[in-house]
């Protein structure tokens, strides 16, 4: 079935570093993606979204590129702060299934001072 | 949290016994959902609800069945819970099928 997956499972950074959070995504038809940030014992938080007519999109120190060639989604944090830790999911909406977003495993970003 | 509440918070219960949970919104969203978030497989939908009375399975709908009887109240039932039932449960809404999902705190439920 279709399914949303991520690179890396763990990302550690350095406070005041630049943090980037790929995304790979399996229906070439998807024509909307979100991603969410989720700290521990909380819901899913909307960080930014991107729809399949843009390669990019900005937010406050976020950054959301998507690749349609290669099926490749990526957030960029930049200056990334402790209060950054959480888990990041990127999710998808196939075509037709507004509906029903279909969710990645996740990355846990883990900033140290 | 865009006015989303769910009910209760944690919960332990035996295999075989019925569960509701409850989910609660202030924002008269027209659509909302029920997930589980399991280590390995992130969120996946098991019910959703397009108005008042219209609801729709999800992707991991088994053994749970929803209800409706008004806008801002979605609820999810497991007939008989069993151990694999043992998840984080998260209540969703939007304003419509296109708009962005906002989630609510999540309900710890474990199955014996």
């Known amino acids: 079935g279709e399914s949303v997956g991520l690179h890396l499972p763990t990302l550690s950074v350095q406070e005041g570093d630049n943090s980037i959070i790929n995304c790979a995504y399996s229906n070439s038809a998807s024509d909307y993606f979100i991603w969410y940030k989720q700290e521990s014992g909380k819901g899913p938080q909307f960080i930014i979204d991107?729809?399949?007519?843009?390669d990019k999109r900005q937010g406050q120190r976020v950054t959301v590129l998507l690749n349609k060639t290669v099926k490749h989604l990526s957030l960029q944090i930049a200056a990334t702060q402790p209060g950054d830790s959480a888990v990041y999911f990127c999710?998808?909406?196939?075509?037709?299934?507004?509906?029903?977003?279909?969710f990645g495993a996740g990355t846990r970003l883990a900033v140290h001072p | 949290d865009a006015g989303i509440t769910q009910s209760p918070r944690h919960k332990v219960t035996e295999t075989g016994t019925p569960v509701t949970l409850r989910c609660h919104q202030t924002e008269n969203h027209r659509y909302m959902y029920w997930y589980r978030q399991d280590p390995g497989h992130g969120l996946r939908l098991i019910h959703y609800s397009y108005g008042v009375k219209d609801t729709d399975k999800g992707e991991v709908s088994d053994g749970y069945s929803v209800s409706r009887s008004k806008t801002e109240d979605f609820l999810l039932t497991l007939e008989s819970a069993t151990s694999s039932q043992t998840s984080v449960y998260f209540c969703a809404a939007s304003g419509s099928a296109g708009e962005t999902q906002y989630f609510g705190p999540g309900t710890r439920l474990l199955v014996l």
């Open positions: 991107i729809r399949s007519n843009m």
């Open positions: 999710a998808e909406t196939p075509p037709g299934g507004y509906n029903k977003l279909i």
